[in-house]
C-alpha cells in the first residue's frame, strides 16, 4: 500500500490526484492532505479520505482546522504551517509526495521530500525554476524517485530512453519538444490583448486549471516556466528544447531522435493520464480517462509560437541562460504579475512589461544557496510590487 502525501489537495491538481487515488483503494492510501487557507474544502476532503495528518498552510487557521476536525474525523491530526508541509513531506506518514502547491510556496515541501529520498509526482513547476539545480542535486544524492506530472514533461519522460532523470541527455536525444496549446488568444495581436480580462484569459479551450496557470498559459509563460522545467529535469541544454503550439492538446510532447524518429505521447487533456502514471510507475493503472478517439479528433494541427504578441516565453529563455538568480527574479515576478492581474490592477500586456521591468532594476546573478535564492525571491517581490504601484504599466 503506497501512503500518499497530496500537498495543494483542494486544488485542481490535488483533486485530479484523489480522484485516481480513490479508484485504487486497494493500492494507495491518502495519508496526508494539505490546503493553504480554506478550512471548510480540506476537512470535507479529510470526511471523504480520512488521511493521518492534515496541514493548513495559514497557521492562523490552524483553530478553525483542530475543531472542525475533532467533529468531523476525529482520527486526523491537524497541523499548520510551511515547515509541517515540509517536515510532513520528509516523514514516515508518506512514500510518496504529490507535489500540487501552486507558486515557490511549494519548494520547502519538494524539496525536503527529495531529501527524504520521496517518489515525487511534481507538478509544482515554480519549485524546479526556483530550485532546479538543488533539487536535482538533492534527487541524484537521496536516490529520490521524481517523476513529471506536468503533461509535456511526463509526454517526454515517458518518450526518453532510462534513466531519463538524475544524468545527461543522451547525445542521440537531437530535442525536446514541448507542445502548448497557445491558450485562449492563440491568434490574437497585441491590440486584441490590451483589453482582455481575467475571466477570458482563465477561460483555457482545452485544460479546467486553477487561475495561476490559467494566466500563465493564457501568456505563453506557462511554456516559457516549462522550458525551464524541462531543462532541470532532464538535464537538456536550452538550445535542445524547442515549443510548438499545437492547439488540441493532444499530443503532449516529442523527442526526435538523431536517427530522425520522433517519439510522441498522446492522450486526451486530462491530468489524470500523468497523475495516475507517476503513482503507479512502473506499472500501469486505470485513470479514469476516456479512451483517445483519434477519428473523433479528426486532425492535429501545429505552429510556431508567436514570440511578438507573447514575449514571456522568450523573457524566460533569456532567464535560464542567466541562471538560477534570474528565473527566481522571474518567476517572483510572474507571480505578482498574475495575481495583480486577476485582481484588476494590472493589464494582460502589464504582466509581461512588470516582468521584464523587474528584471533589468535587479542585478542579482549569483544564487547558490535556498537562503539566497529566498532572498531574491522577496526582494523580487517587493520591487515588481512597487513597480505596481508606482507605474502606469
Ligand atoms: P490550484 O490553484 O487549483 O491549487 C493550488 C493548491 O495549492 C491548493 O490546494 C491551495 O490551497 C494550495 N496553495 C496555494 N497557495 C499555497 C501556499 N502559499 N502554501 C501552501 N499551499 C498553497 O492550482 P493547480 O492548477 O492545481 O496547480 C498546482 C500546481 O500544478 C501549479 O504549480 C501548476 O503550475 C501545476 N500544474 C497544474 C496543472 C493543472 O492542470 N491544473 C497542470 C500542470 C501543472
Ligand atoms: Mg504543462
Not at 513531506?89 to 524539496?111: K, M, R
Not at 500586456?349 to 533589468?360: K, Q, Y
Request: glycine share 6%.
Amino acid at each position: 500500500m503506497r501512503r500518499i502525501a497530496i500537498l495543494g489537495a483542494t486544488g485542481s491538481i490535488g483533486g485530479s490526484a484523489l480522484d485516481v487515488v480513490a479508484r485504487h483503494p486497494q493500492r494507495f492510501r491518502a495519508s496526508v492532505l494539505s490546503a493553504n487557507e480554506n478550512v471548510d474544502a480540506l476537512v470535507a476532503l479529510c470526511c471523504r479520505f480520512q488521511p493521518d495528518v492534515a496541514i493548513i498552510a495559514r497557521e492562523d487557521r490552524y483553530a478553525a482546522l483542530r475543531d472542525a476536525l475533532a467533529q468531523a474525523s476525529p482520527a486526523t491530526r491537524p497541523m499548520a504551517g510551511i515547515a509541517a508541509l515540509a517536515d510532513v513531506a520528509a516523514s514516515e506518514l508518506c512514500d510518496t509526495v504529490v507535489a500540487a502547491i501552486v507558486g515557490a510556496a511549494g519548494l520547502g515541501s519538494t524539496l525536503a521530500a527529495a531529501h527524504a529520498g520521496k517518489r515525487i509526482l511534481l507538478a509544482n513547476k515554480e519549485s524546479i525554476v526556483v530550485g532546479g539545480a538543488l533539487l536535482m542535486q538533492a534527487v541524484r544524492a537521496s536516490g529520490a524517485r521524481l517523476l513529471p506530472v506536468d503533461s509535456e514533461h511526463n509526454a517526454l519522460y515517458q518518450c526518453l530512453p532510462e534513466p531519463a532523470i538524475g544524468s545527461a541527455m543522451r547525445p542521440e536525444v537531437r530535442r525536446l519538444v514541448l507542445t502548448a496549446s497557445g491558450g485562449p488568444f492563440r491568434g490574437w495581436s497585441r491590440e486584441q490583448l490590451a483589453p482582455v480580462t481575467p475571466e477570458q484569459a482563465c477561460a483555457h479551450p482545452n485544460w479546467r486549471m486553477g487561475r495561476k496557470i490559467s494566466v500563465d498559459s493564457a501568456t505563453l509563460m506557462n511554456k516559457g516556466l516549462e522550458v525551464i522545467e524541462a531543462h532541470w529535469l532532464f538535464d537538456a541544454p536550452p538550445e535542445r528544447i524547442e515549443v510548438v503550439v499545437h492547439p488540441q492538446s493532444i499530443v503532449h510532447s516529442l523527442v526526435q531522435y538523431t536517427d530522425g524518429s520522433t517519439l510522441a505521447q498522446l492522450g486526451n487533456p486530462d491530468m489524470r493520464t500523468a497523475l495516475a502514471y507517476g503513482l503507479a510507475w512502473p506499472e500501469r493503472i486505470e485513470a479514469g480517462v476516456p479512451d483517445l478517439d483519434l477519428a473523433a479528433v479528426a486532425r492535429l494541427d501545429f505552429q510556431p509560437p508567436d514570440e511578438v504578441a507573447f514575449p514571456c516565453l522568450r523573457l524566460a529563455r533569456e532567464a535560464l541562460r542567466e541562471g538560477p538568480a534570474a528565473t527566481t527574479i522571474l518567476n517572483a515576478a510572474n507571480e505578482v504579475a498574475v495575481s495583480a492581474f486577476l485582481q484588476g490592477r494590472l493589464s494582460f500586456l502589464g504582466i509581461a512589461a512588470l516582468l521584464e521591468s523587474t528584471l533589468t532594476r535587479l542585478h542579482e546573478r549569483e544564487a547558490a544557496d535556498i537562503p539566497a535564492l529566498l532572498d531574491i525571491d522577496a526582494r523580487a517581490r517587493r520591487t515588481a510590487l512597487s513597480l505596481i504601484t508606482d507605474e502606469a504599466f
